[in-house]
Nanobody, 122 residues
Framework: QVQLVESGGGSVQAGGSLRLSCAASLNMYRVMAWFRQAPGKDREGVAAIHTGGTTYYADSVKGRFTISQDNAKNTVYLQMNGLQNEDTAMYYC??????????????????WGQGTQVTVSS
């Protein structure tokens, strides 16, 4: 069973930065993604990365967030700059062992982390 462990969440003022990490217990994933869920809202895809390096971003975070990976460590990162109040949410790491998926669709991912809270204040 693959385990995903997130870290790096916290509280930051608007305009600040945070870096989230997600470590996978096994080198099995083909696509790794970050999702987030704000109170009272649906979970939404934020960014995803293939093991080959192709990246995808939600329009709301393009130019501010960067997803990257360290294949040797089975770890994916989400660098978040220019954080805004609207970025406040629980952030979840997710992994799929298949290529060719719709990266933003939760149903495409079979492995999920426990979540890490990001809170942005004015």
């Amino acid at each position: 069973q693959v385990q995903l462990v997130e870290s790096g969440g916290g509280s930051v003022q608007a305009g600040g930065s945070l870096r989230l990490s997600c470590a996978a217990s096994l080198n099995m994933y083909r696509v790794m993604a970050w999702f987030r869920q704000a109170p009272g809202k649906d979970r939404e895809g934020v960014a995803a990365i293939h093991t080959g390096g192709t990246t995808y971003y939600a329009d709301s975070v393009k130019g501010r967030f960067t997803i990257s990976q360290d294949n040797a460590k089975n770890t994916v990162y989400l660098q978040m700059n220019g954080l805004q109040n609207e970025d406040t949410a629980m952030y979840y790491c997710a992994a799929s062992d298949r290529y060719g998926i719709a990266w933003f669709a939760q149903s495409q991912y079979h492995y999920w982390g426990q979540g890490t809270q990001v809170t942005v204040s004015s």
